[in-house]
């Protein structure tokens, strides 16, 4: 990915009347503990205030006390409230939750339970809250249902997109998998279970809302899809690829919808990307960007003003470097870039994943991701939902 910063024109540039200044300062949403705390997600709320959840538990799908917290943060406040549960199907794990402002300011989550202890079990559900205050316990929900599709033309273009890969197919469990994914299109249970959400939904202007979804055990994504606000859902076509995974969606100007995709698949480790141009319903043959990726989760933001910011994390290997990177045009090149976390030292790095990022009322940005320090010794806490505030100035400053 190429990220070119002209230093020496930044340098002897004269001030811009009214720009603003660079900033960033960011803080633990909880200190530091045990217990495996993944996957956030972050809202503003009309207020002004940010909400974000994320799971916690002793593990991920096999650990049967993992659920869903949540936390307020007063806008101009640096402190955030006492994490609690916002989630949880007591004797299952519940993961992957995602928060999402629709058009009409009401608040949704939507995260899966396993049911026996595999990803490929796991139930899509969702909430909506129509009205809320003081977000410092959970909201009384409107809406409490199952996310329940039938996913589109699954089969047919199942079997219509890996024909021109099925007689090179690599040994091992690539391969095994984009087998087992082939055989296993025409099974209705396991086409309906095991999706899931990992970033924000795309609202389009008709009002059609588009949420990203991915299997593991299909390894690759589809959106599911509502016209009504939720009341009904049907869904796109798969997005078939070997290993194209937790999508990130944004819209070009002309309509078109990008989806950003985590590589769960074989080499080269590049980001995956395709394009839709009928509001979601079908989509282009994924090809690999030049976008790193080292198998982990990444999202993309379109600004009001045009710009795109890509939050990643810039490897091939390991997840101890995060980037934020702009691009002026449309995701053709990413021209400014600058590190959120980064450990380059080599023994017992840190981890910073997972990431998720809005644009606030004010322009600003916010993300959140997982955080574990570098240093640490077996044993001590180590887990924690890192915030950082900053602005594009501050990306545009470089390093």
């Known amino acids: 990915m190429k990220c070119s910063i002209i230093l020496l024109a930044l340098l002897l540039a004269p ?36 909400y974000a959840c994320w ?22 406040s640096r402190r955030w409230s006492t994490p609690y549960t916002l989630v949880d199907q007591p004797d299952f794990p519940d993961t992957n939750p995602v928060l999402f402002m629709d058009s009409h300011q009401r608040l949704w989550v939507i995260w899966s339970t ?22 410092t316990a959970p909201p009384r929900w409107d809406v409490n249902d199952p996310l329940l599709f039938i996913p589109r033309n699954f089969a047919a273009a199942v ?17 095994d998998e984009a087998k087992h994914a082939i055989q296993m299109a025409s099974d209705e249970y396991f086409s309906r279970m095991g999706w899931m959400g990992r970033n924000q939904p795309l609202e389009l202007p008709s009002g059609r809302i588009l949420v990203p979804l991915y299997s593991d055990g299909y390894n690759f994504s589809l959106l599911a899809i509502t016209d009504d606000g939720g009341k009904t ?15 990130s969606l944004v819209r070009k100007q002309d309509g078109t919808i990008v989806a950003f995709m985590r590589n769960n698949g074989p080499p080269p480790r590049r980001v995956i990307g395709a394009e839709s141009k009928d509001d979601g319903i079908t989509w282009s043959t994924p090809t690999y960007t030049d976008i790193p990726n080292p198998g982990s989760s990444m999202e993309v933001t379109g600004l009001r003003d045009g710009l ?29 870039c600058r590190h959120l976390d ?25 993300a959140t991701y997982s955080y574990t320090p570098s240093g640490l010794k077996r044993g001590e806490p180590s887990q924690s939902i890192k915030h950082v505030h900053f602005n594009v100035e501050w990306v545009k400053q470089g390093e």
Not at 20 to 46: N, R
Not at 159 to 175: E, N, Q, V
Not at 308 to 336: F, M, P, Y
Request: proline share 6%; hydrophobic share 35%.
């Open 342 to 366: 980064r450990d380059t030292s080599g023994k017992n790095p840190g981890s910073f994943h997972y990431p998720t990022l809005i644009q606030a009322h004010d322009g600003s940005l916010h």
């Open 233 to 247: 859902w049907t869904s796109s076509e798969p997005i078939v690829s070997m290993g194209g995974v937790q999508p």
């Open 15 to 50: 001030p811009l009347c009214g720009a603003e200044q660079p900033f960033i300062e960011s803080e633990l949403i909880f200190p530091l503990g045990t217990l495996h705390a993944h996957s956030s997600s972050i809202v503003q709320l009309p207020n002004g205030d940010f």
């Open 308 to 336: 795109w910011v890509l939050i990643c994390n810039d490897t091939e290997r390991g997840r101890h470097s995060l980037l934020v990177a702009i691009s002026d045009d449309e995701g053709q090149t990413w021209k400014w």
């Open 55 to 76: 799971y916690k538990g002793s593990g991920e799908r096999t650990a049967d006390d993992v659920k869903v917290e949540a936390s307020l943060l007063r806008r101009h």
């Open 159 to 175: 079997k219509r997109d890996t024909a021109p890969w099925l007689t090179h197919l690599p040994a091992g469990r690539d391969g």
């Open 114 to 135: 396993v049911l026996a202890h595999h990803w490929e079990t796991a139930l899509l559900r969702y909430k909506i809250a129509f009205h809320y205050r003081n977000l």
